[in-house]
């Protein structure tokens, strides 16, 4: 999931189209496996029941992703909100959640 950082915050550094349209799939593929392995998962997390490191990642990337990967960056082939189902049920998980990992944590 760190490719996705690296990948979005890459595209405005892009000096070319074909450079740009690499990056974009490349981002788009990191976002297509984070779904599936969502899919699979049984949640609410992205490896269970047990809040990890990789979930705050990806929760990082994933909450800002509409707003601004997809508004400034112009990655719109799809966004979260409509786009992967998985990955906005697993945003809403993280930013509405009465879990008790997640209310201590914050």
């Known amino acids: ?42 949640g609410p997390f992205y490896l269970g ?9 990806l929760y990082t990337t994933i909450i800002r992703f509409d707003a601004v990967y997809v508004q400034h960056f112009k990655c719109n082939i799809r966004d979260i909100r409509s786009g992967y189902p998985n990955l906005h049920k697993y945003v809403l998980t993280f930013h509405w959640c009465a879990n008790p990992m997640l209310t201590d944590l914050f």
Do not use: C, H, I, P
């Open 1 to 42: 999931m760190l490719a996705n950082n690296r990948s979005g915050l890459s595209l405005t550094l892009l000096r070319t189209q074909e450079a740009y349209e690499k990056n974009v799939k490349t981002l788009f593929k990191s976002l297509d496996r984070a779904e599936g392995d969502l899919a699979k998962s049984g």
């Open 49 to 57: 029941d047990k809040l990890t490191e990789l979930d705050v990642r």
